[in-house]
């Protein structure tokens, strides 16, 4: 079996992994999960992030097929539509989106007609959903627990776990956030450690406790050094971590402003009369941490 190239890119002010992968024989790539620039304090978006992945992938040689999604990101803005703007690829996420879309219609209180079918993507995957990348297979895993709609995208002998494991001295990500919790979580990182053990595990995030930022690892790592795993805890015991952590962890500083972009896959709001994107933000909604 052919195993892909992964390629990382770093995006330290959301601390976040942006990857590219590709299948060697035929080049046929994809991007998972990247990021769209944005500047709270002045609101304003860019694309240094998305146009150096685009070079790499340019240089290369790459033919980008896909932009894959794990999940809508409280931590940054999706650059998927810009990435399908300028080459064509589809664009993709977990098919659960759509629970995630309701919610937060809700939460924002959306007009009627915005659309909660998952449409402002090219692909829904369900979970156990299987497709090529070239001569690559992949296989998606529903993972709940950091979301209701995140997935895992075990490409050959590697698996985008995204915010489900951390680096193995940063433990697990978090489950508090709407629609979240750490019963699905634990199940989920189950069924991520029931992979082979040479499996290489990528994150996506890394808040590098002194040391340089990382984002790669494996199974076998993951079991036996991952802070909240290593000891093959209960589900009883890993929650009480998990929840513990969680109620002592402040929302997100992009969290109100990134999810009104990404459950429209990576695009902003329609423009107004003045032709200009507008956010809201729910005031009390949230308390403060």
Request: charged share 20%; aromatic share 8%; proline share 7%.
């Amino acid at each position: 079996m052919t195993d892909p190239i992964v390629k990382p890119f770093w995006d330290e002010p959301t601390g976040s992994w942006q990857y590219v992968l590709h299948d060697p024989a035929t080049m046929q790539g994809a991007v998972v999960d990247p990021v769209l620039n944005f500047d709270p304090a002045s609101g304003s978006t860019a694309t240094e992030s998305a146009e150096e992945i685009l070079a790499y992938v340019q240089d290369a040689g790459i033919r980008l097929a896909w932009v894959l999604d794990t999940h809508p990101h409280a931590d940054h803005f999706s650059a998927a539509q810009w990435f399908k703007d300028r080459t064509g690829a589809q664009t993709a996420i977990g098919a659960e989106v759509t629970q995630v879309q309701r919610l937060w219609k809700d939460i924002y209180n959306l007009p009627a007609d915005f659309p909660v079918d998952g449409s402002q993507w090219d692909r829904l995957f369900a979970d156990g959903e299987t497709f090529m990348l070239g001569q690559v297979p992949v296989t998606v895993i529903h993972s709940p627990g950091h979301t209701l709609a995140s997935i895992t995208y075990v490409v050959g002998d590697a698996a985008f776990v995204h915010d489900t494991l951390m680096m193995p001295d940063s433990g697990t990500s978090r489950a508090d956030f709407p629609g979240g919790s750490s019963a699905a979580l634990y199940a989920s990182l189950q069924r991520i450690l029931a992979l082979p053990d040479a499996t290489r595990v990528f994150v996506g995030h890394d808040y590098a406790p002194g040391r340089d930022a990382a984002c790669e690892s494996t199974v076998a790592e993951q079991k036996a050094r991952n802070i909240h795993l290593k000891d093959a805890p209960s589900e009883a015991a890993f929650r009480a971590v998990r929840d513990a952590r969680d109620a002592t962890l402040p929302l997100p500083r992009l969290m109100l402003a990134a999810l009104q972009i990404n459950i429209r896959g990576g695009r902003k709001p329609a423009p107004e009369s003045n032709g200009r994107s507008y956010l809201k933000i729910p005031l009390d909604h949230f308390e403060a941490r």
